[in-house]
């Protein structure tokens, strides 16, 4: 069996945020045949723009953002809720990675989504906008998680601590893997 490599990107900006804290926790729970990689640079990539989009080409911060999805089997977006939506970060990977319309680097790639918030409600909300505009995209999604009550759920502990939301995790991962198997075998 080949490896899958999943690529992360993460919503939130904050190094210590439960965010990134769960996309750590994919890359530490990953199951057998899955690689995570947290990707590193979504703060540098500038707002899309299409007159940046042309000739000689993308800025190097979105192309290397490209690059890093062309290279992935599969993503992993994960995201908080910011003002009941999509953080501007997030979208603005979305963006980018959509481009060229139709072969853009989303097209056809599985992908997953995990949301994740303090509140009772777990970001529902951005996972909905997120799964939307990747659709559109044309990523293929359907595979989501949402976690509520991370507070609660994870007070100051690192989420990879916490043996429910590890295995919701692995158990994501491995279905992203095998939606990815089934692209390569059809």
């Excluded at 990953?30 to 990707?39: D, I, T």
């Excluded at 980018?96 to 994740?116: D, E, F």
């Excluded at 799964?131 to 999604?141: F, N, Q, W, Y």
């Amino acid at each position: 069996m080949s490896q899958t490599r999943v690529l992360a990107l993460v919503g939130s900006l904050r190094s210590a945020s439960v965010n990134r804290r769960l996309a750590e926790t994919a890359a530490a729970v990953a199951p057998q045949g899955v690689e995570v990689a947290v990707y590193e640079g979504l703060a540098e990539v500038p707002f899309y723009n299409e007159d940046l989009d042309g000739e000689p080409g993308a800025p190097t911060a979105a192309e290397a953002l490209r690059v890093a999805a062309n290279e992935a089997d599969a993503l992993l977006l994960v995201t908080p809720e910011y003002n009941g939506t999509i953080p501007a970060v997030l979208k603005n990977a979305i963006d980018w990675l959509s481009r060229p319309y139709g072969a853009g680097a989303l097209a056809g790639k599985p992908v997953a989504v995990i949301s994740a918030s303090p509140s009772g409600n777990g970001a529902k909300w951005a996972l909905e906008e997120t799964v939307k505009a990747l659709g559109i995209a044309g990523g293929r999604t359907g595979l989501q998680l949402s976690i509520a009550g991370t507070l609660d759920k994870f007070g100051d502990a690192h989420p990879k601590e916490n043996a429910e939301v590890a295995g919701q995790i692995s158990a994501l991962l491995s279905e992203l893997a095998a939606a990815r198997r089934e692209l390569v075998d059809a």
